[in-house]
């Protein structure tokens, strides 16, 4: 991981203009030191939707990714190619403004298995995108779960996203003295 992390610090360095990581982190809706410990090679042990949504943010084709972790060099997406449309995807998510890590997750991967839209209070709504498990079939999603047992497993999730921002801001805090 650590010679991924390399080779996404050194493509950022090398953009003009060069993006700071904090302008990075914010286009990819992470933490600066999560940014950090991207670039370090220590966030995770395995490839995250982070990683690969930074690694989209500086022009890198879905396959570099792999590719670098394999011994190899980045590829980037040529401007023609960003352009032009898949037919899988007819309507760029890129371009409904959303997170590049929660386009990587929907882009990513597993059959789509149900959305649902659920209110939290007055000035906010979720929306959920449930995809199923890689190379799974139709009858093994659907078997896999109940829409009441996804909704009860976001409501478990709902009542502790609280605890996990100030788990978010402990590592925060962690990185940040490590990196002092």
Known sequence: MARLGAALKATRLARRPKPTQVEAADAIDVSRANLQAIERGTASSKVTPAIRAYARYLGWTPESVDRVLAGGEPELARA???QQPS???PISLDSARLPLRVVDAIESEGALVDTALIPLGDDATMVLVVKGRPGATADEIRASATTEEILA?????RRSRPHLRELRTDQEQSHAANDA
């Not at 497993?153 to 999730?157: C, D, F, I, S, W």
């Open 80 to 82: 023609a190619e960003a």
């Open 153 to 157: 497993a976001l409501e478990a999730y």
């Open 87 to 89: 037919p899988e995807q």
